[in-house]
């Protein structure tokens, strides 16, 4: 491995770190940073839908809409594992998130757990995702505090 190499899985790992943290601290530019524009999404272990190719703006204003309405989440990320090949790379991650809500002064969670394969491709001096694979291993909690929160969202707006 060279020194190249050492600095492309450090690069790598902070930028996938990015993830979690724009998610987290709703920030969404930040999190919209780490993206190409068209990026390819499968988190079918999760909802059933298919994989899809979508802009990554739309694919942040969906991830907005559904996570800002929690009154947390965490995102962990671990485990990084990375393969370099030139201009490419794929980095697979463990991951846990965990999401919050205050439903009626009692405080819920569902929790999900399992990894992350991204691909990445380099981008001028960084890297962007271009791809990104959900693979859910376990689960904790009621679903149905997404639907909760996404009501609390829409109410919001009103």
Known sequence: MTYDDLIDRANITDHV???A??????QWDLYRSIFADQIML???SWSGDPASIMPADDWVAGVRAT???FDATQHVLTN?????????AA???YMAAHHHLVVDGDRQMH???GYYIHGLKRAGDGWLI???QLNVTWEMGDRGLFELAAKRGSASMV
């Open 17 to 19: 770190l990015k993830y």
């Open 21 to 26: 943290i724009g998610i987290d601290q709703h």
């Open 42 to 44: 499968d988190f079918s």
């Open 67 to 69: 996570l800002e309405p």
């Open 80 to 88: 990084f594992a990375i393969d370099l090949d030139g201009d490419s």
């Open 91 to 93: 980095c697979t991650c």
């Open 111 to 113: 929790s999900i757990g």
């Open 130 to 132: 271009h791809k990104t």
